[in-house]
């Protein structure tokens, strides 16, 4: 049975760099103001840079908007810049699926072309075309 826990703080932080999903390919951060612009989008499917997982997005913060607790546990070698965006993702690895919050210097695009197997997706999303998922019309603002 697969069950949902909070992604770790290290796992958000670690590591840096990038590709853009937009096809821009240009790995660095998109800035307007004092913030970067989401390279992903909701329902893109990211991997993790560092870490063995991978996962659909279901949200996007234009920065850093989780507890001052949370971010203190990111090691401060590794705690990515709180000015960019960081994204929800309903992720899985190879033992379990889980919600994680992840920097955007942190994601690249999967190329894996498979769904994502958490078992959440069925309740945001409404199908899985051209690697990418289509949200349900009542999960949309």
Not at 23 to 29: A, C, N, P
Not at 52 to 70: H, K, L, T, Y
């Amino acid at each position: 049975m697969t069950h949902m826990q909070q992604g770790t703080p290290a796992a958000a932080g670690a590591g840096s760099g990038g590709s853009a999903s937009s096809g821009t390919g240009s790995g660095s951060l998109i800035k307007s103001g004092a913030v970067a612009q989401a390279r992903f989008g909701i329902g893109d499917v990211v991997k993790h840079r560092l870490f063995p997982f991978r996962g659909v997005i279901f949200d996007v913060d234009p920065q850093f908007a989780n507890s001052e607790e949370w971010w203190e546990a990111i090691p401060e070698e590794v705690r990515p810049s709180r000015d960019q965006p960081f994204y929800h993702l309903l992720a899985e690895n190879d033992e379990t699926a889980y919600v994680a919050y992840v920097s955007q210097q942190n994601l690249l695009p999967d190329d894996e072309d498979e769904p994502v197997r958490h078992p959440a997706v069925s309740q945001i999303f409404d199908a899985y075309k051209n690697g990418r998922y289509i949200l349900r019309p009542q999960s949309r603002n």
